[in-house]
Structures are given as structure tokens and as C-alpha cells.
């Protein structure tokens, strides 16, 4: 039997020199789950793109059916019967679910959209693939697992036979992941073929029928079902055996560093992101939030950063009520932060890497006197910590925007690292940073801790998040719902329960936690 | 990139849109000229026949450069605040209120009347800024408001309070000789504005490459929500872009009627000059010192033009044509200049496409 | 002060405020449908200013419909010209259209040189034609009102009864068609109409197209019936103030057409003011619509960050 789809060869070479694939084949069967696992930065996310024709191989072929074909656009690829569902949603905030799904092939009477053959026949595929969404829901008011499945029904309204699924678990807490997993079942079940792209491997063995393997932009292996292992499979990513492991706070009385007291604060819309928010942070320690995407954790970090106001409540930090003052002097009262986009908050992207070092420090002596820059001193400040982080660029005077993901990200880890802060916000620091920059960022964080720094954590990686933290907390719609003084026992499926909101720890073994 | 390499492609640049200029002017003029070569010959030779028409050059591009300057302390800040003519309007008002007043008798008139101009054109340059800043009214769209609201104020005191009976109401009397702008070369409009024009690009060029104030303002220009993280205001950085924009624009009116051009305030002085300095600002891709070279080049261009309206059958106004174009070109090639660029006008291969963001 | 009341409550001040919002009208809703898609245009000034002249040359030689054809193509090239530079060659949009703008300025002082034989100031010497005026005066019998609507909408232009038909068509377009709900989704998320398939540029390049064709049509009306004749910068801010009337209606066909009336009543009041006081200098009434514009823009904008 021919397979359904076949890559061979695929080679792609970025302009700016990026080896992403290096002669991938890859060859998925009919109706089965197809698991694509490797590190950050090994191609997979290259590999799907080519597939879904959003990039263009420079050599290789791929065939469909056993047929040849080309996919100059996502367009094109659609229309071969591929659908892809990215990390990053493309849905139009105000549209209803059924709006959303139609949006491009629309059922029209006449002139008009014909919104309610449009909302049953959504309803219909939303039935019949178990993916239960209410169909005349504005998307932004759905939480994340559920605009998911609108993302899913948009390719299958498509008729997508083939659909590829980029990390889809990273966003969604554990049980979720098991209702996805449900229709994922019911669509192979039904005829369609599903690549699976992931790192989370208990999932990936769970879920899929074939498992291939990259790194560095090599296929490595492909490896049936009953043969995968854990162990075997990590192996295969990495290529050596490791694990990254950060050594934890030393036990002992830390002082109280950062004082967070009743704190609500709005979203974008008006409503609640965070309510009554109480936590003690303590000199040398970082303490881990854990929250599905979109449960306050974006908008505490940027209430804290000083880019969104504080509705009620205070913070304070080193005996400083920094509650509503302006950013500079959050800084200058001891806070950094490590922003979540690195691109669009993190970094000015056409100004020099000094410049960019500099930005946080321009009422300092060293660098500004009576309001004029010392050139020399913001250049030399520059290359010394390119030196420190290793950071692989031409030199101080190269735009940061020419830079890869990860030096990019160590530029900015750098820079809020330089000010010894008292309190650092970090979220996702190592979100599409390679394996080594990964290694070292988590090091560095493990060393600004070790040098007394209160350090709140967020990730979407709860691996990440057990191995980095001292303390948890988790948070659902805003609140805090559980909290753990000890993280060594922790388990992603115990936070999962939280993380959803299915439970929720008593008022005294929370508050114990939290001081 | 090194320095030189930075002058180098610059220089490339604005060498580019020099050429794109001369043949935009060479075809249309072979289009609307009954005599082409004739006018193409006015055109391209007349800013140097003469001292006097030489010396109209120089004048020229001193206030362009000024006007290039005003645009290119906005454009880094990445706001599109467009109010240059309205603060023109503004400081020429002042400062020929000063001049007319018992002060234009002394040479106090020339400081004071500079002085007073940028503090006028500053107001009108914060307005739109605080209005942005506080208000989120959009700036493009408040600032040319602005500039029709000045011109006809500037013209409601001309009426009343300056002009001559004379002259039917459009212009004031000649201003006393003490509060005119030294001329450097006689009979010619080459005068103090050009020294002021130059200490404006060196002032500005200080401003945005030595000190915090310039660093914040391209920063906030590159990104601002970068900006507002790194704990710089960019509010406070947004207004001060715009008044210090405005100020420039202010004294660009006071260089106006006090230099050796006008000498008196008349209706409508600024003859919409204020705009190209649009073209200015982004052929020196907002680079203060290349906007002196950039004025130079098109002031030449724009005193052919206007000698070739005067002296043939092509009217001056075909330079507009010129100027849209090479805007058009320019602000295409923003990212890739050179060969990049050209392959892109001749239909693009996809290696030389831009790449998605 | 009771003159001035007693001119806005008549039925000729009305018909002076629809007769001043047409061009404005046309252009906003122009604007509006380029806005919508993520390309602010500026050039809406330029547009106009082509549009007029185009329509007055082509006039004086075809019948007056085919004048307003040709101010209508011609702003459309325009629309395409931006889009070409803007989404091709990836020129910023306000630059693009200030270009445009300033070849409006120069270039239609050109044309009118060569078009009226060495006149850069009026086409006077032109024999342009005008649009014709609908003739509703049989509004007269009805009983009471009948001859003070006949004051109201009798003998405007075509073009008038075209913006109002436009300020509906626009909005059932935006509202209830699929090509309507693809160019909303461009304009709240590219990116998820890219995904969808459908090209955000594409939808752009329409926008401007549109927004330079009625551009056009609102320099038409300007220069073929509120004027008959082309002047040099005839248009003298109106593109401008319909960027504004946008802004201030919120991306709605409705609230844009509002404020286009807005500003169009303000416009007729400066026209009506030196009649009643005559002591007031025309250069404060002359500066009205754009005063009152930009405050128009500040209070809207500030409730909206309020909100």
C-alpha cells in the first residue's frame, strides 16, 4: 500500500544561513497518529512549514497519495487536503466560532453570508469529530483548549485529510490534553491522518501509532509504537544522554524581599485578569507560576513590569510600595524583567546591541553624565557582556535584529542580569532557544538566585518550571488556587488538576505556601 | 557597520535618488517642452547663471535643510506629525511683529525674533504631541488641521496688525535694515539663515547621537513598547520630539521674512516649501548630517525648476511631479537600497524580496 | 446669536449642509474602507484634487457622466498606484500617500497650464459641464411640509443621493456579505485571514483602489456641482478633515457618514457666518471646520481611551 504522504530529501537553508533540514524524509502511513519529537531548533517546526507550504524546500519532493506535488502557498496546500494547526492561533478575536471556521468559504445565499447554514454546519463537524464548542461564541471569550478545536474544525470545515499539529499540548493543561487526544482518536478513526509534533514524551507515546525523531535537522530514526521508549527516544533527540538539572536554593531563612498584597488587575477587555492576589517573595528563591495560557499570568507580569496599571492592591519591593510608579523607578528600586517576546518587548530591534544593553541604564553614572552618553563606557559595557553570555554576534554595533532567537534572548537576559536585581520577572525565557542557550539561561537564573535575587518564574514548559523552582503557585482565571512550599515530589499531572481549575487546595495549606 | 560603509551607502543612496530626480525631470520636461533641450538646458544649467540665481540656491536649501531637519526629529521618533508649515506660519508672524515693533530698530530683533519663533512654533509642535500623548488623538490628522488654523491666523494679523495699506493688505512694510539678516555676499539672499541652518543640523545631530534625551527618542522610535519596558517615557519622549520639531519649524518662519528673501512678512510667504522638506528628511533617511547635502542636491533642482517656469514654457510646479516620485522611490528602497532595489522595480525575483515579518 | 440659530433652523441651511457633506462624505467613505483593511490613507487630499480636475478636463469635451467616470478611474489608478508601492515595494503608507499629495499639488497646476492653454490658476476658460441637479420639487404638494422638504432635497446633485445610497450599500457590504466579513477579518487579524486563505495585500489593494475611486467621485462633485470649474488646491483640506471624519466614526460606514456630516455642517456655517456677522474676519470662519476637526479629534478619542 502506497503511504499517504512521502517527503524525501527535503533540504532548506534560511537566508540567513540556518541549516533547518538537512535531506529529511518522512514517510506517514493512512489514518494514523504520526508523532514528529526533537529538540527546540532540530526542524520540525521547518518540516511542517514546508509541508503546509508556508515555506519552500531548496531541494527534496513531496507526494501525496504517491503523486507529486507542489505546494507553492498554504493555500495550495489546503487544497491538496493539508491543514495545520499552529501554536499561535489565527482567529479573529471578535468573530463568532462559526465565523471563524467559514471565514474564506463561506456559504452565501445571494449576496449574502448565510450565517445559519454556516452555524449548523459547523455544529454538524463539531458533533461528528467530538470536538464540543458552542458555535455562536465570540472566539475571545473561549478558553485556549477550545479555540483549539475551532483551529481543528477550520481545516476540517476545509476538508483537510491530513492535519498537522504544531505542539499542540504545550498550551493546554493536562486534562485537556486528554480531551484533545479524544478527538484526535475519533479523527483517525474516521480517515484522517494526524501529524503530531512535540516534545512532551509520555504524550507522544501515548497518542501515536509511528514516532520519527529529529535532530539538528537530520531525521534520526523512526520508531513504531511498541518499540518507543522514553529513555530510548530522549536518547535519539539529544544525541548524548542528559538532563538538564539546576541545583536548588540552599534550605535556610531568606528575608522577605517582595510584598504583593490584594492585587486585581484588568485585562484588555475590563475584566478581572488577576483578583486578590497575596504572595511573599523571599530573597533567593524563585518561586514558579503554573497556569494554562490565559489564566493572568501575562498580564501579573506586565501589572509588575509596570506596563499595565494595578486596578486595587499593592506591591512592594525592598520596602519600596512600587505600585503605581513608572518603570524607571520599579528599576531603580531593584526589579528586571525578562519579557515573554523577546522581539517585541524585549529588545528594539533596529538599534545597535549597545544600545539595547544600555536602554535600562540611562540614569546611570557610568553611562549618562548631565544627560550626555559616554560612548566609550556604553561600548565597553557592551562587549564585556557579550563576553559573559557568550553571545555570538559581530560585534556592539550590530543591529539586534540581526541576531538568531537565542543570542537575541541572551542579550536581554544579560542586560536585566547586569543590575543585580532585587526582584526579577522571567517569563518563558527559553521559548525557541536552543539546547546550549537553554542550558546556560537556566544557569545564569540559578546564579542570580544563588546572589539573593527573588525571582518570578513562568513557563509554558512545566518541565521547565519543576526544574527551575524553588517554590509553586498555580493560578486558574486569576486566582491563585494552589501553592507548594516544596517542588521535589511535584508532578505535571498534580498541577494539571489545579491548572484547570477541576480542584483546589484548602484556604490554610495554601496560605502556608504563599508567606 | 563601520563608519565609512555607512557614508559610503549613503552616499549611494542619495546619489540614486539624484539620478532618479534628473531623468523623472528630463522625461517630462521632452513630454510638456516645445523646445526640450532648450528648457532641459534652463533647467540644469540656470541655478548657476548668475550670482543672484546662485545665491537663491544656497537660501533655498538652508531652508529646506531646516525644514528636512524639523521632519527627521519626528520621523526618528516614528510619529508623523506633519505640522512644519503651520509652525512656519506661526514663527514668521512673531518674528515680524518683532521686527515691526520699535525692537526691530535695534539688531536685539534678530535673537529675540529667532528666539520668539521657536518658542511659537514649539506651542504648535505640542500641541499635536500632548494631544497624542494624553488624548490618543491621531497626530497626522491634528497637526494638518493645525497648519490650515495657522495659516489663517497668521493672515488675520497680517491683516489687522502688520500689513501696509499699500500693498492692498498682503504684506507688511519692508522691516528696518537692523532687523534683517546680514548678508554674506552682497546681492545675494545669502545670509545668516545658512549659519543658522548649519547650528540647527549640528544641534540636532548632538542632540540625537550624544545624548540620553537622542538615545531614548530613537529607541522609542525603533520600538516604543520596548521603550516604555526599558523604563523610558516615551510620552514624555513623543511631546518633547514634537515641540523640539516645532521649535525648528518656528525658527524656519523667522529665517523666512527676517532673511534677505523677503525682508517683510507677505501672504502665504512660505509658498509650501515646508513639505518638501518631507522629501529632505527621507532621502537622508532622517540623518541630520546628511540633510544639508540632501537640500543642497534638491535645492538645486528646485531653483532649475523655478528659473525654468520663469524663462520657458514648462511651469515650475512640474517639480511636485519630480519630488512625489522620488518620495515614492526613496521610501520603496528604505530597506534595499543599490541593486536589491532595481531588481525589485524590474519585477522582483523572490530572492530579492523583502523578507516576511 | 439668534440669527445665526435662525440660520441653521431653515431649510436652506440644510440644504447647504448636504450639499457641503458630499465630496467630504465620498472621500470618508473612502477612507473608510482602506482604514478598515490596515492602510490609513492620506492621500484621500490628492485623490480629490486629481479627481476634480480629471472630471473638469474630460467634461468639457464628453458628456458630464463620462467627466465623473474619468474622476472616478483616475482616483481608482491612483488607489492602485499606492497599493503598488505600499504593498509591493513595501513603502510606508503615509509616505506613499503624502507622495501622492504633493504630485496632486504640482502636477494638477501642470495639467491645468497645458489643459487651459497658460492659466495655473482656474479653468475658467474651460467649458466644463455640471452635474445635474434631481429635480424633487413635486415634494410640493404634499400638504404642510411639502414645499420645506422641496428646499431640503430638491435640486442636489445625483452624486447626493449616490453618497446616501453608499453610506447603506457599505454597510450591508461590511455587515452581512462574506466579502464583507473577509475584509473585517483583514482588518482586526491578518493573520488569521492569511490562514484562511484569503491574501490580506489582495484586500488591501481593493481598499485603496475603492478609497482612491471615491476619493475621485468626491472631487467630482467638488469641481462639477458645488463648484463648476476647477481652482488651483481647490479641495483646500477636505481630504484631510475626511481622514478626520473617519477617525471619528469609529471604522462604521454609519458613524463615519455622521461625522462627514458633522463637518459638513460646519463647513456651511462658515459659508452662511460672513452674511450674518459680518464683523467677525473671515479668517477665524475660514478656520472653523478645521478647529473644530481637531477638537472633534481630541474629545472622541479621549472617551475612547476612557471606555
Known amino acids: 500500500m502506497t503511504p499517504f504522504l512521502e517527503a524525501i530529501g527535503i533540504d532548506k537553508t534560511y537566508p540567513g544561513g540556518v541549516h533547518a533540514n538537512k535531506s529529511v524524509d518522512l514517510t506517514v502511513s493512512h489514518s494514523e497518529v504520526h508523532a514528529i519529537v526533537g529538540e527546540n531548533g532540530a526542524g520540525k517546526s521547518t518540516l511542517m512549514k514546508i509541508l503546509f507550504g508556508v515555506e519552500q524546500p531548496n531541494a527534496g519532493e513531496i507526494r501525496l497519495d504517491g503523486t507529486p506535488i507542489h505546494l507553492p502557498s498554504p493555500r495550495a496546500a489546503i487544497a491538496a487536503g493539508i491543514g495545520m494547526v499552529f501554536q499561535h492561533f489565527s482567529l479573529v478575536p471578535s468573530f463568532t466560532v462559526a465565523e471563524n471556521v467559514v471565514l ?55 476538508d483537510a485529510k491530513l492535519l498537522i499539529l504544531d505542539e499542540p499540548t504545550a498550551v493546554l493543561a493536562p486534562q485537556e490534553v486528554v480531551e484533545l487526544f479524544a478527538a484526535i482518536r475519533s479523527l483517525t478513526e474516521q480517515g484522517r491522518t494526524i501529524l503530531f509534533i512535540a516534545h512532551k514524551l509520555p504524550e507522544v507515546i501515548e497518542i501515536s501509532d509511528t514516532i520519527s525523531v529529529m535532530r539538528a535537522g537530520h531525521m534520526v530514526g523512526r520508531v513504531p ?98 505600585t503605581a510608579v513608572p518603570v524607571d523607578q520599579r528599576r531603580d528600586a531593584g526589579m528586571a524583567h525578562i519579557p515573554e517576546d523577546r522581539i517585541a518587548t524585549g529588545s528594539a530591534g533596529g538599534a545597535t546591541v549597545a544600545e539595547n544593553f544600555v536602554a535600562t541604564e540611562l540614569e546611570d553614572e557610568r553611562f549618562v553624565r548631565h544627560g550626555l552618553l559616554d560612548l566609550g563606557a556604553i561600548r565597553a559595557h557592551a562587549v564585556e557582556l557579550i563576553d559573559h553570555f557568550s553571545v555570538r554576534v559581530n560585534g556592539p554595533d550590530a543591529a539586534i535584529g540581526t541576531l538568531s532567537g537565542g543570542n537575541m534572548q541572551k542579550v536581554v537576559v544579560a542586560r536585566e542580569l547586569s543590575s543585580n536585581p532585587k526582584l526579577l520577572l522571567v517569563s518563558h525565557p527559553t ?52 501553592a507548594f512550599a516544596d517542588t521535589t515530589e511535584l508532578t505535571p499531572e498534580t498541577l494539571g488538576s489545579y491548572m484547570l481549575g477541576f480542584a483546589e487546595q484548602p484556604e490554610n495549606e495554601r496560605r502556608a505556601a504563599l508567606s | 557597520m563601520t563608519n565609512g560603509k555607512l557614508i559610503f551607502d549613503e552616499t549611494r543612496r542619495i546619489l540614486f535618488a ?41 537660501d533655498d536649501s538652508a531652508k529646506l535643510a531646516l525644514a528636512g531637519l524639523a521632519f527627521s526629529l519626528v520621523f526618528q521618533a516614528r510619529q508623523f506629525a506633519l505640522g512644519v508649515q503651520g509652525q512656519v506660519y506661526a514663527g514668521g508672524t512673531i518674528a515680524a511683529a518683532i521686527a515691526l515693533s520699535p525692537l526691530g530698530m535695534s539688531w536685539v530683533s534678530i535673537p529675540l525674533g529667532a528666539l520668539a519663533a521657536m518658542l511659537a512654533g514649539a506651542f504648535l509642535g505640542f500641541i499635536p504631541g500632548y494631544a497624542k500623548a494624553k488624548l490618543n488623538a491621531n497626530e497626522i490628522v491634528s497637526s494638518l488641521m493645525l497648519n490650515y488654523i495657522a495659516y489663517d491666523v497668521a493672515n488675520l494679523i497680517l491683516r489687522l496688525y502688520l500689513a501696509s495699506p499699500k500693498s492692498g493688505l498682503t504684506a507688511s512694510e519692508g522691516f528696518p535694515r537692523s532687523a534683517v539678516y546680514p548678508a554674506f555676499v552682497q546681492h545675494t539672499r545669502i545670509d545668516l539663515g545658512v549659519i543658522l541652518a548649519l547650528g540647527s543640523v549640528a544641534i540636532v545631530w548632538f542632540l540625537l547621537y550624544r545624548t540620553a534625551w537622542g538615545l531614548r527618542l530613537r529607541l522609542t522610535g525603533h520600538n516604543a513598547r520596548f521603550a516604555a519596558y526599558s523604563g523610558i517615557r516615551s510620552n514624555f519622549i513623543m511631546v518633547s520630539a514634537m515641540t523640539a520639531s516645532g521649535a525648528i519649524g518656528g525658527l524656519l518662519g523667522a529665517l523666512y521674512v527676517q532673511g534677505q528673501g523677503f525682508g517683510k512678512i507677505v501672504v502665504g510667504f512660505e509658498g509650501g516649501l515646508s513639505f518638501e522638506g518631507i522629501l529632505i528628511a527621507i532621502v537622508a533617511r532622517n540623518r541630520p548630517l546628511a540633510i544639508p547635502f540632501v537640500a543642497l542636491g534638491y535645492g538645486y533642482l528646485r531653483q532649475g525648476a523655478a528659473l525654468m517656469g520663469y524663462r520657458t514654457d514648462v511651469p515650475a510646479e512640474v517639480i511636485g511631479i519630480v519630488q512625489g516620485i522620488v518620495i515614492l522611490l526613496v521610501a520603496s528602497s528604505f530597506t534595499l537600497p543599490g541593486r536589491a532595489f532595481l531588481n525589485r522595480i524590474m519585477g522582483g525575483s523572490a530572492a530579492a524580496r523583502a523578507p516576511s515579518t | 446669536m439668534n440669527a445665526i440659530i435662525e440660520t441653521i433652523l431653515s431649510a436652506a441651511f440644510v440644504a447647504a449642509v448636504i450639499r457641503t457633506t458630499t465630496p467630504v462624505l465620498f472621500a470618508s467613505l473612502g477612507g473608510l474602507l482602506s482604514d478598515l483593511v490596515g492602510s490609513l490613507n492620506v492621500a484621500l487630499e490628492g485623490m480629490m484634487l ?113 453618497a446616501a445610497f453608499l453610506v447603506f450599500a457599505i454597510w450591508y457590504f461590511l455587515y452581512r456579505t462574506p466579502e464583507g466579513l473577509r475584509f473585517r477579518a483583514v482588518g482586526e487579524y491578518p493573520a488569521a485571514a492569511e490562514a484562511a486563505g484569503i491574501s490580506p495585500n489582495r484586500l488591501r489593494t481593493y481598499g485603496l483602489i475603492a478609497s482612491g475611486a471615491l476619493a475621485g467621485l468626491g472631487g467630482a462633485q467638488l469641481a462639477m456641482f458645488n463648484f463648476v470649474g476647477f481652482t488651483r488646491d481647490m479641495t483646500a483640506g477636505r481630504g484631510f478633515i475626511a481622514l478626520g471624519a473617519v477617525l471619528l466614526g469609529r471604522r462604521h460606514p454609519v458613524g463615519t457618514a455622521i461625522a462627514a456630516v458633522l463637518f459638513g455642517a460646519f463647513e456651511a456655517l462658515s459659508i452662511a457666518l460672513p452674511g450674518i456677522l459680518p464683523q467677525v474676519p473671515g479668517e477665524v470662519i475660514h478656520s472653523i471646520p478645521f478647529v473644530v476637526t481637531v477638537l472633534a479629534l481630541m474629545l472622541s478619542s479621549r472617551r475612547r481611551i476612557a471606555a
Not at chain 1, 539561561?441 to 527573588?454: K, M, P, T
Not at chain 2, 517642452?33 to 540665481?53: D, H, M, Q, V, Y
Not at chain 3, 491645468?112 to 492659466?119: H, I, V
Request: charged content about 20%.
Open chain 1, 225 to 322: 509504537k511498541a518499540e518507543a521508549t522514553e529513555a530510548g527516544l530522549a536518547r535519539m533527540m539529544v544525541g548524548r544522554d542528559v538532563a538538564l538539572k539546576v541545583t536548588r536554593a540552599k534550605p535556610g531563612e531568606r528575608k522577605h524581599l517582595c510584598r504583593i498584597s490584594g492585587l486585581t488587575i484588568k485585562n484588555d477587555r475590563g475584566l478581572d485578569a488577576i483578583s486578590g492576589m497575596d504572595i511573599v517573595l523571599r530573597a533567593g528563591e524563585i518561586v514558579g507560576i503554573a497556569a494554562v495560557e490565559g489564566n493572568g499570568q501575562s498580564e501579573l507580569f506586565d501589572a509588575i513590569g509596570g506596563l499595565r496599571p494595578v486596578e486595587t492592591g499593592s506591591v512592594e519591593l525592598g520596602g519600596i510600595d512600587i
Open chain 1, 104 to 158: 474564506g468559504v463561506e456559504p452565501r445565499s445571494g449576496l449574502r453570508l448565510d450565517r445559519k447554514r454556516a452555524a449548523e454546519t459547523v455544529q454538524a463537524l463539531a458533533d461528528r469529530f467530538r470536538l464540543p464548542v458552542d458555535v455562536e461564541a465570540p472566539v475571545e471569550r473561549l478558553p485556549v483548549g477550545q479555540q483549539q478545536r475551532v483551529e481543528i474544525l477550520k481545516a476540517l470545515y476545509r
Open chain 3, 50 to 162: 486629481i479627481g476634480a480636475l480629471t472630471s473638469v478636463i474630460v467634461s468639457a469635451y464628453a458628456p458630464w457622466y463620462v467627466g465623473v467616470l474619468a474622476g472616478i478611474a483616475v482616483g481608482g489608478m491612483l488607489g492602485a498606484l499606492m497599493a503598488l508601492f505600499h504593498l509591493r515595494f513595501k513603502a510606508d503608507v503615509i509616505l506613499v500617500g503624502f507622495a501622492v499629495n504633493i504630485v496632486a499639488a504640482g502636477g494638477t497646476v501642470t495639467v491645468l497650464n497645458y489643459a487651459t492653454g497658460g492659466d495655473k490658476g482656474t479653468s475658467i476658460n474651460l467649458p466644463s459641464k455640471a452635474i445635474p441637479a434631481l429635480d424633487l420639487s413635486f415634494l410640493n404638494a404634499i400638504p404642510g411640509i411639502g414645499p420645506v422638504l422641496t428646499q431640503m432635497f430638491s435640486g442636489h446633485s445625483y452624486l447626493t443621493w449616490l
Open chain 2, 18 to 58: 539624484a539620478a532618479v530626480a534628473l531623468l523623472m525631470a528630463l522625461v517630462i520636461i521632452f513630454i510638456a517642452s516645445k523646445t526640450p533641450f532648450e528648457t532641459f538646458n534652463t533647467f540644469i544649467a540656470g541655478p548657476l547663471s548668475s550670482k543672484r540665481t546662485i545665491g537663491n540656491w544656497i
Open chain 1, 431 to 482: 521559548r525557541g532557544v536552543d539546547l546550549g542557550a537553554t542550558e546556560f539561561i537556566w544557569q545564569r537564573l540559578a546564579v542570580a538566585r544563588d546572589a539573593g535575587s527573588a525571582i518570578l518564574l513562568t513557563s509554558a514548559d512545566l518541565s521547565e518550571l519543576l526544574s527551575l523552582s524553588d517554590r509553586m503557585i498555580v493560578l486558574y482565571r486569576g486566582r491563585i488556587v494552589a
